[in-house]
């Protein structure tokens, strides 16, 4: 069996997060890499878990040192996945990648046999409603995040696979057997 990078992307509130905890609860041989941040903690999340949080100087310095396997800016904040915890995993398993689209294609110039999948909310009113009960965001801060929706859609296309999460047990299963045929497969 293959150990692969595994990128699981879509817009915000689609349940990426959601689906990511029953993927690892469902299968233990899957770890999730952590990305890191310069945005600020919401209420409830932790450092080094949800992300790590650092500062824009911190994280510029790791960048000159190419310590990120994929990086980008949006929402008033840098994002990015270490590059070094990620090869180290790969040794011994596959990592779960929950990053935006930009990453998930700038991740897979590096690592040729990432897996690419998209998560589609089921509706766009449906996701608007599941960003407002978050409450975490500005009306501000939901109107960017709105913005961007258009342009995650129409991204897809670049992906290996589109899961509907309009139901989260058919779409943790249909991730899962996913990952399953991929990983199975001879490597290139």
Do not use: C, W
């Amino acid at each position: 069996m293959r150990h692969l990078p595994i990128v699981i992307s879509g817009p915000s509130g689609v349940g990426k997060g959601t689906i990511v905890k029953e993927l690892l609860k469902r299968d233990p041989s899957l770890v999730e890499s952590v990305s890191m941040t310069t945005r600020a903690p919401r209420p409830g999340e932790i450092s080094g878990k949800t992300y790590i949080y650092v500062s824009r100087e911190e994280f510029e310095a790791r960048i000159a040192a190419d310590d990120f396997l994929e990086y980008d800016e949006h929402f008033s904040g840098l994002y990015g996945t270490p590059r070094s915890f990620v090869e180290e995993q790969l040794k011994e398993r596959s990592v779960i990648l929950e990053i935006d689209v930009v990453g998930g294609l700038n991740a897979r110039k590096l690592l040729k046999d990432t897996l690419l999948i998209f998560i589609d909310p089921p509706s766009p009113e449906e996701l608007i409603e599941r960003l407002k009960k978050r409450g975490t965001e500005s009306e501000q801060a939901l109107r960017e995040r709105l913005q961007r929706v258009k342009y995650e859609m129409h991204m897809r296309e670049q992906y290996d696979y589109t899961v509907l999460n309009d139901d989260l047990g058919r779409a943790v299963d249909e991730v899962l057997a996913i990952i399953e045929k991929e990983r199975n497969k001879e490597g290139n």
